[in-house]
Every structure is written in structure tokens, then in C-alpha cells.
């Protein structure tokens, strides 16, 4: 394991490590089991941030259930999001009627899952509920429950297990942390 990342001016050291991430993703995923046996849910992944995650929690599901993604973009530098965002590709599968579990990378403001929330209401789903595994707690802005959440960390910036600084960074097995 490579412990530390520099680039840009930025040092990366590691925050979570993939053993971690594993014993998380398996009790989220138990948790899911338990709350939709039977229920036949529809996993609804964020690209591209949350595709390793998504995967990773299915497998740990003990009960049948489908998966679909939507893409959203938001403008904005490397680190932080202008707060515009708009839809890059919608989900293909009819919703409607459908118990729906949204699964995020990260919620940072909590605009994107907002934002999120919003469109997927629109489809009459017999319930929605939301899967983070990262929440920066004291800085997102949610005025919905969040069910399913991996972690709480800090107002910091992250990469890895999905998570990208400008596209790179998202094939590393652990989740690592910069200051600023
Ligand atoms: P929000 O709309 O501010 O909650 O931001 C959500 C999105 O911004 C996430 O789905 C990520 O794609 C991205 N993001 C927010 N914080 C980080 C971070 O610390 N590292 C990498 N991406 C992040
Ligand atoms: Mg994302």
C-alpha cells in the first residue's frame, strides 16, 4: 500500500483503509437486507463517483434486487462545486411503484442529493432512501433523512474507492485525506 500521495501541491495520506471500507460495506449491506427482504429494491448508483461502492454493496445484499445509475455533473473546480448542477444521464428503469435506494460516493453540501431527491420523487416510488459512504456532517445541508451512512468524517477532501481530484485517483483501494 502506498501511504502517501503528492500532487499538485497537495500531500494525500491514507483516512480509511480497504479493510475498513470492506467491514462497513458488509454491515450496510446487512442492514439493507434487513429493511427490504423481499421487497425486490432498486439500487439507483451516482456516477461515476459511487460505481466501486454500488458494486461492492450489492454483493453484500442477501436478498434479490436490480440496480440502475444516473449521472449528474456540477460545475466547478477541482475541489469545490459551484452549487449548479444538472443531469447527465437519467435513469432507464420505471421507478414508479418501486422501493428505490440511492447510493452516493460522498455527500458533501448535500445539494447533489437534494437535487437528487427532487427529480426521483417525481417518479412516485413507493419509497426512497438514501446510501452515503462518506458524510462531511457538520457542512451538509439535508433536510431529509440520510438511512444508510458508511462514515462521518470532517469538512476535508477526499479521493479514492471511487472518488476522484480532477478525474484521477479513483482506482485506489483506500480512501485518502489532504487537508486542504
Ligand atoms: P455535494 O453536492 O456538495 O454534496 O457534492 C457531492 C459530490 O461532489 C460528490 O458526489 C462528489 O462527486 C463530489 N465531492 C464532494 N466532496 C468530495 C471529496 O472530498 N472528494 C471527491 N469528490 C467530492
Ligand atoms: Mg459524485
Known amino acids: 500500500m502506498n501511504n502517501t500521495i503528492k500532487t499538485d501541491g497537495h500531500v494525500f495520506t491514507v483516512m480509511i483503509t480497504d479493510e475498513q471500507i470492506r467491514s462497513e460495506v458488509r454491515r450496510l449491506g446487512r442492514e439493507i437486507t434487513n ?13 461515476n463517483g459511487s460505481f466501486l461502492f454500488v458494486a461492492d454493496l450489492i454483493r453484500e445484499m442477501d436478498t434479490e434486487c436490480e440496480i440502475d445509475f444516473l ?6 473546480d477541482h475541489m469545490h462545486s459551484s452549487g449548479s448542477i444538472r443531469l447527465d444521464k437519467d435513469v432507464s428503469a ?9 447510493v452516493e460516493d460522498i455527500i458533501d453540501s448535500g445539494l447533489s442529493v437534494t437535487f437528487i431527491k427532487n427529480h ?23 433536510d431529509f ?18 472518488l476522484d481530484f ?13 487537508k486542504s
Open 35 to 47: 429493511d427490504f427482504k423481499d421487497k425486490n429494491p432498486i439500487f439507483v448508483g451516482i456516477l
Open 71 to 76: 449521472k449528474i455533473g456540477s460545475y466547478g
Open 166 to 178: 480532477a478525474q484521477r485517483f479513483r482506482h485506489l483501494k483506500d480512501i485518502y485525506v489532504t
Open 120 to 142: 426521483l420523487d417525481k417518479m412516485e416510488p413507493a419509497s426512497l432512501s438514501f446510501a452515503t459512504l462518506l458524510l462531511k456532517k457538520e457542512k451538509a445541508k439535508v
Open 94 to 102: 420505471k421507478l414508479k411503484g418501486r422501493h428505490v435506494i440511492v
Open 145 to 162: 433523512p440520510i438511512q444508510y451512512v458508511g462514515f462521518e468524517i470532517g469538512n476535508e477532501f477526499v479521493i479514492g474507492y471511487g
